[in-house]
Each structure stands twice: as C-alpha cells, then as structure tokens.
T-cell receptor, first 113, second 113 residues
C-alpha cells in the first residue's frame, strides 16, 4: 500500500461547482498534513496546512479524519483559475523520516466555463 | 511568500558533461531538499539536508551529489550527465522548530542530449 494515495482524477467541473478530493495515508502516527497546488510545469505551492480536525481558508476547506486516516479538500464556487493538480502531503511520524514529506501522486482538476 | 531561487531555469547539455544546479534561499531555513519530477509524474525526493554539513540521500536513488557548506546554499552536481537524467529538478526548504511546510523554488528543467 502506498504511504499516501489520491484519486488521480481528472475531475472536470463547471465554474461555480463544489468539488471534493480525498486522500488516505497509511501511517496512523503521521503528525502533520498539507495540501499543495501545482500548476502545469510549475513548482508546487503550499495551499493549506491541515490542523487537528480541519481548517478553512476562503473557498477552501481541509478536513482531517485521524480515525479513518484520510484528509479531504473541499473547493466551493470553483473558478477557472483553480484548474491545477492538487497534492496531498503527509509528514511521517517522528523517527528517521520525520520532516521528509511524502507527496501523493496528485489529483487533476479542470474547471471549465 | 518564500524566497528560494534556482539557476539555471533551463539547461540543455550534452552527454558526459558535468553540471551543477544551484539552489539558494534567503529565509535562513535549516532544512533543504532536492526533488526530481518528470512531466505528469510524482515528486521523488533525491537528497535532503537538515543543516550545514548534513546531507542524506532521499527515497529515489540518484547519481547526483549535494553539498551544504552554507545554510542558504544547497547545490546539486551531476559529474557526468546522461539522457536518463533529463527531468525537472525542484529545490525546497523549510525552517523553524516543528515547522515542516516546504517552499519550492521554480525548478530547473534539464535536458541531456
């Protein structure tokens, strides 16, 4: 089983739609979680850090379910500019891998007019 | 917004040449990373450093080497470039006790002919 798994999509949604991505992680002791956004042929950019049960930033809401070991990202009122690949990222538990973030393969989102 | 720089942005070079990809950050971050990413594929960690004079190999085996003589500088060297080294190389940094969000540079797109 991969350490971090995401549905690769692609998700094709119209402007204004609400879309949600899920991500599962294998190590129950993982400490911290992030969502990154990566545009085509660009570097990943931090979108949100996911704290405790979840947090919200404008149209974006991230949730963490430790019991089920999944993280979700909800995007409301989608804009054309939201089209990108969304990367689920997990920081392993303390030990030799601590600080070496594990990146999921990414979920592709395309928002169309 | 993070201040992390990579040069060159694009490099086309012949087989057998020695190359050094530069990465610098001005945030005083103690942790720095090198990733390799092919188009449409996942990020793979190839090297990381948790401080000056500390370097470790990442999860993906790489023929490249790195050094960390100064906090702000983390260059990657390929002694003899081959076509299989053609890829995008992304540098990242993170800093502060217990802070593991990584900030990426714009990347170097390397093509070995």
């Amino acid at each position: 089983r991969k350490e971090v798994e995401q549905d690769p999509g692609p998700f094709n949604v119209p402007e204004g739609a609400t879309v949600a991505f899920n991500c599962t992680y294998s190590n129950s002791a993982s400490q911290s979680f992030f969502w990154y956004r990566q545009d085509c042929r660009k570097e990943p950019k931090l979108l949100m850090s996911v704290y405790s049960s979840g947090n919200e930033d404008g149209r974006f809401t991230a949730q963490l379910n430790r019991a089920s070991q999944y993280i979700s990202l909800l995007i409301r009122d989608s804009k054309l500019s939201d089209s990108a690949t969304y990367l689920c990222v997990v920081n392993p538990p303390r030990g030799t891998s601590y600080g070496k973030l594990t990146f999921g393969q990414g979920t592709i989102l395309t928002v169309h007019p | 917004e993070a201040d992390i720089y990579q040069t060159p942005r694009y490099l086309v070079i012949g087989t057998g040449k020695k190359i050094t990809l530069e990465c610098s950050q001005t945030m005083g971050h103690d942790k720095m990373y090198w990733y390799q990413q092919d188009p449409g594929m996942e990020l793979h960690l190839i090297h990381y450093s948790y401080g000056v004079n500390s370097t470790e190999k990442g999860d993906l085996s790489s023929e490249s080497t790195v050094s960390r003589i100064r906090t702000e500088h983390f260059p990657l060297t390929l002694e003899s470039a081959r076509p299989s080294h053609t890829s995008q190389y992304l540098c990242a940094s993170s800093g502060g006790q217990g802070i593991y969000e990584q900030y990426f540079g714009p990347g170097t797109r390397l093509t070995v002919t």
